[in-house]
């Protein structure tokens, strides 16, 4: 997976590479496709939800330039494959999730991997971020948004990196946001399709509910 997927395909920053070759993606999969945990695609999950093919978890946290000690606010939860990826940096990660058994789910296998210490999981709707923990050197939204979320734009640190798949729920660009003072700047960074964010910075619940073009899983 590292090699042919992440390095073959660009993937650079060595601890990113080798925070993806540590944690057990097996660990985050449901059990009847364990054997698909390192496959070059997104797999479903509980909830109707999905793990993002593991190129796209190293995107996203590339993007981000993490380092240990840096603080970090995830969007959507998910498996909690993207936590545990960014934990293994050394990240501090505050990783909030709208469905309470997937939230519930990846606790237990951060804590099974010792990372709880690291990330704090937290129910709800995180599409307006966490104004009370605010400002965060990262920002990583792993659903797909209308728009940059203006509420989390505003609570990155300056010099703050923001990692977002923006467009129509059946597709993205993914978006790179660097705030400098009051300006941001946006680096596009290549097509994606993400499950939708749900809520008050994202889409409604029926616009989500739009059942993908070609049945295609998203990511
Ligand atoms: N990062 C995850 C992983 O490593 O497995 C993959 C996340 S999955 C592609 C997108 C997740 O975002 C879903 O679990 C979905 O329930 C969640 N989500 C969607 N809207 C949300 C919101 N407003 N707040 C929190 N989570 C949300």
Do not use: W
């Amino acid at each position: 997976m590292v090699e042919r997927q992440l390095r073959g395909r660009g993937i650079r920053n060595e601890a990113v590479l080798a925070a993806m070759a540590a944690v057990p993606r097996e660990l985050f999969v449901p059990s009847d496709l364990l054997k698909y945990a390192y496959g070059d695609e997104a797999l479903p999950i509980e909830a109707g939800q999905s793990i993002s093919q593991p190129y796209i978890v190293a995107q996203m946290t590339e993007l981000l330039e993490p380092r240990p000690g840096m603080r970090v606010l995830e969007v959507g939860t998910g498996s909690g494959y993207q936590a545990a990826v960014l934990a293994t940096i050394g990240c501090r990660v505050i990783t909030i999730e709208r469905h309470a058994e997937l939230a519930a789910t990846a606790a237990a296998r951060l804590a099974q991997l010792g990372l709880l210490d690291l990330v704090r999981v937290e129910v709800g709707d995180g599409s307006l971020g966490r104004p009370d923990d605010a400002p965060f050197e990262g920002i990583a939204v792993t659903a797909a948004a209308p728009a940059v979320p203006v509420a989390l734009r505003g609570q990155l640190a300056e010099g703050g990196r923001l990692v977002v798949p923006v467009g129509s729920p059946d597709l993205q660009e993914m978006v790179l946001v660097v705030r400098h003072g009051e300006d941001y700047e946006e680096f596009p960074s290549g097509a994606c399709v993400f499950v939708p964010l749900v809520g008050a910075g994202g889409f409604g619940e029926r616009e989500a509910r739009r059942r993908p073009l070609f049945g295609r899983l998203r990511l």
